[in-house]
């Protein structure tokens, strides 16, 4: 997947204020690239994020996906786009709290409209691959934080997404799981030939990408 | 499945707020049962007495209460009989005693709901027609003291043919206990009208003449006739009996309607109140479920299959306590045992009925979910999601 930002600017208005969150950015990503986004707190790192998964609606400028100008696409299309070719992993997990590790992964296939038995074997799949097969069947308030990412992981990789978005993984984590994490989405990367978006302050992710972007006030800029 | 189950868990991880949800939705729809089932019960009550003398005119004192068929109380003396019989046009006329109240013996206090009719022996089809004899036979002629009683009383004091019966001091033999399809013929107790009137003491006096006009005369005809020709009774036709209860059954009705739809009405505002909540504090979960590409169908399938649940639970719920509130206060009010009752639990509360307050409590509660549906499929991801770290 090719995603390109033109000037892409996104503005939140508060009464009579205005923050530009994100500033006439512009951007590609390649396929397979693994590119980082750092900067301080409130700088626009999760709204870029929101934009390029196709979650927020720019203000002003285009995001183009393959070529083809997604801030034009209907709700239906943008939905199918972030539901088969995006992955989307949160900082706090967002995993559903009633849903055990297993139903949080078959989740997106069920969706995709995968058939039971084919949900079920990616679910414990992934999840044996996120080293979580023993697992499978907790919830999300008997996992640990660095488990709940790793589901929050495999679900995210649950349709085979060509682009993984990840914001801030290892934010909630102590350092040994942060660890495990950015092996995990650089494994991702590499063997799945996936592009890999992070925003982050962690060093260790910084050291194993291929593109490091800062961005300051809404302001992006390669490193 | 995958929803329903997501639905279910949802509502397991707010318990307490989804049982007493239900609990809500249950009394409302126990209050719909309840009300609505007495109140058809007796309207049907009513309907039915007129069943028993389609086609003829009912002769009473003036004045008279009349529900339907029957006259409460106002005495006429029975030689009126043989002025209607001669009236022009009147086939035949068969006199009638009819008594609300008795006191069986030692048996039992004061039934208010309960009936006796005293009748000449060979005029008893006209009311018992369509019975069948569960026990015994009619008796054999009008002069001893011989009685049939409706079922529901027999099973309430244990009596079957050949029991002895003491009403208000008089030894009366029940020489037959009778099954039928009328409530009121099932709280009867049915003798002779000399008997009647030596139980009652009414010698000689009735309170209704029951009135067949000749083939081709109509009702309207021999009613003038009569009135004109007897003084201090009225006639009444057909049509006048059902004119004289209409209102009343009309105000029931409605009342029974304003109850039932004022009850949904707060059920859908519980539910949806309740939905608003829910969906308000599960934001975050609605907008993660966007992000990862539910389509909005699926996530007012989810609220919409909560509130469907809460609906089913709810219905189920209280139109069993609804069954037994009717149940109880059916027996309260006629001092029948409850468990009485309880076997004819679905001639009170008639399955249509729990099927047709089943779907309208599910249908609005289904209702009342829309809007937090609505709201649930418009949660704004990026917002949502950045306001939750």
């Known amino acids: 997947m090719f995603i390109k930002a033109v000037n892409l600017t996104k503005i939140y208005r508060k009464g009579s204020s205005k923050i530009v969150a994100v500033n006439r950015v512009n951007l590609e990503v390649k396929n397979g690239e693994f590119i980082v986004i750092v900067g301080p707190s409130g700088s626009g790192k999760t709204t870029l994020l929101n934009l390029i998964g196709l979650n927020d609606y720019p203000t002003s400028g285009k995001i183009f996906i393959d070529g083809v100008d997604a801030t034009m696409l209907s709700k239906r299309e943008r939905r199918k786009i972030r539901l088969l070719r995006i992955g989307f992993i949160f900082q706090t997990f967002n995993l559903f709290p009633t849903l055990n590790a297993l139903e949080n992964v078959e989740l997106p296939l069920a969706l995709a409209g995968k058939s039971q038995m084919e949900q079920r074997e990616r679910a414990i799949k992934l999840l044996k691959s996120v080293g979580l097969a023993d697992r499978i069947f907790h919830r999300p308030r008997e996992l640990s934080m660095g488990e709940m990412q790793r589901v929050a992981i495999a679900r995210a990789m649950a349709n085979n997404p060509e682009v993984l978005i990840a914001d801030e993984p290892t934010g909630e984590l102590d350092s040994e799981t942060s660890r495990e994490v950015v092996g995990l989405l650089s494994e991702i990367n590499r063997k799945q030939k996936a592009t890999v978006i992070v925003a982050t302050h962690d060093e260790r992710i910084v050291r194993v990408a291929s593109s490091v972007y800062r961005i300051v006030d809404g302001k992006l800029s390669l490193e | ?389």
């Not at chain 2, 309907?47 to 004045?63: Q, S």
């Not at chain 2, 006259?71 to 019989?85: D, E, F, H, L, M």
């Not at chain 2, 029991?163 to 206990?177: D, Q, T, Y």
């Not at chain 2, 007012?300 to 719920?317: H, R």
């Open chain 2, 1 to 389: 499945m995958r929803l329903a189950s997501m639905s279910l868990k949802n509502l397991n991880r707010r318990r307490l707020r989804a049982f007493l949800c239900i609990l809500g939705v249950a009394l409302a729809a126990c209050s719909i049962v309840t009300v609505g089932a007495s109140t058809s019960r007796y309207i049907r009550v009513m309907v039915e007495m007129n069943t028993f003398f389609n086609g003829d005119l009912i002769v009473v004192a003036k004045d008279v209460v009349v529900i339907q068929g029957f006259p409460i109380g106002g005495v006429i003396p029975q030689t009126v009989v043989n002025k209607v019989a001669e009236i022009e046009g009147v086939e035949k006329a068969v006199p009638m005693l009819f008594n609300f109240n008795f006191k069986p013996g030692k048996v039992s206090t004061v039934l208010p709901v309960n009936v006796s009719i005293g009748l000449p022996l060979d005029e008893w089809h006209m009311i018992i027609g369509s019975s069948t004899f569960k026990s015994g036979n009619l008796p054999k002629n009008d002069s001893i003291n011989q009685v049939v009683v409706g079922s529901s009383i027999a099973d309430q004091y244990g009596i079957t043919a050949g029991s002895k019966l003491s009403l208000r001091g008089c030894l009366l033999v029940v020489s037959g206990v009778f099954n039928s399809p009328s409530a009121v013929l099932e709280r009867s107790i049915i003798m002779s009208l000399k008997l009647a009137q030596e139980v009652y003491n009414y010698p000689m006096q009735i309170n209704m003449v029951i009135v067949e006009p000749e083939a081709g005369i109509s009702q309207r005809v021999v009613k003038n006739e009569i009135e004109s020709k007897i003084y201090g009774v009225m006639a009444l036709t057909d049509d006048e009996r059902n004119d004289l209860t209409r209102p009343f059954i009309n105000t029931l009705e409605n009342w029974n309607l304003t109850m039932q739809g004022t009850l949904l009405v707060l059920s859908v505002v519980l539910i949806a109140v309740v939905g608003m909540l829910n969906v308000s504090e599960r934001r975050r979960d609605f907008a993660t479920l966007d992000a990862i590409g539910a389509p909005s169908s699926y996530i007012f399938s989810i609220v919409i299959i909560e509130n469907l649940l809460i609906g089913v639970f709810g219905g189920i719920l209280g139109i069993l306590l609804g069954c037994l509130t009717t149940v109880f206060l059916a027996s309260f009010y006629t001092t029948i045992p409850v468990n009485l009752f309880l076997l004819d639990v679905f001639g009170l509360v008639p399955p249509f009925y729990m099927l047709e307050i089943f779907f309208m409590i599910v249908g609005a509660c289904c209702v009342g979910g829309i809007i937090p549906a609505l709201n649930a499929t418009r949660v704004r991801i990026a917002e949502t999601l950045k306001s939750e770290y």
